[in-house]
């Protein structure tokens, strides 16, 4: 009995910790009468980040290009290039109507992507291969460390207390949660 409960009171902390770190992340809305006249962005190096300035699909790959041709020593445009047709020739078919679409294996696909912009950059596979884990590396570490600033923030402001904030930053770290940008729009 005690062993339940104290199992239920840690799934509810680590779950009022979630919740609270989300809420911290949380950005404001912007007033639709007051238009921003910034242009920040905070984009990940793969790409997979905010792009305030660039909206939509073709902005994380401008920044996978950017970061790849840098690790590859090729011009961006020739990555950008490749990216795109390697992105087009991997992309998972669309299912027969009435059929639900199957989530494809992220590893899978970054193998067949690492094998399809080798051949179109004629460059080592295994050089493209380590290029995107490196990116990725680079990524994951950016995430953390702006999760860990969010949540130190929010005990700061006592939103969380330092345990909450240790138990999200270690769910995250296990990849049990996502350490993302944000709330998704």
Do not use: Y
Request: glycine share 10%; net charge negative.
């Amino acid at each position: 009995m005690r062993m339940t409960l104290a199992l239920a009171g840690g799934t509810a902390l680590l779950g009022a910790g979630i919740g609270a770190a989300t809420l911290a992340n949380a950005e404001p809305t912007p007033s639709p009468t007051a238009p921003s006249t910034s242009s920040s962005a905070s984009t990940a190096p793969d790409g997979r980040g905010v792009d305030r300035d660039h909206h939509g699909p073709g902005a994380k790959d401008s920044t996978l290009a950017k970061s790849l041709a840098e690790k590859l020593g090729l011009e961006e445009d020739v990555v950008s290039e490749a990216l795109q047709a390697a992105r087009e020739a991997n992309r998972p078919e669309k299912p027969a109507d009435g059929e639900k679409a199957e989530r494809p294996d992220p590893a899978e696909q970054r193998a067949a992507l690492a094998k399809t912009l080798a051949e179109k950059l004629g460059v080592d596979e295994a050089k493209v291969t380590t290029a995107l884990t490196e990116i990725d590396e680079a990524r994951q570490a950016e995430r953390t460390a702006e999760l860990k600033s969010r949540l130190d923030q929010a005990v700061s402001d006592g939103t969380l207390t330092r345990a909450e904030a240790d138990a999200v930053l270690k769910a995250a770290e296990a990849g049990l949660i996502q350490a993302g940008g944000g709330p998704r729009r």
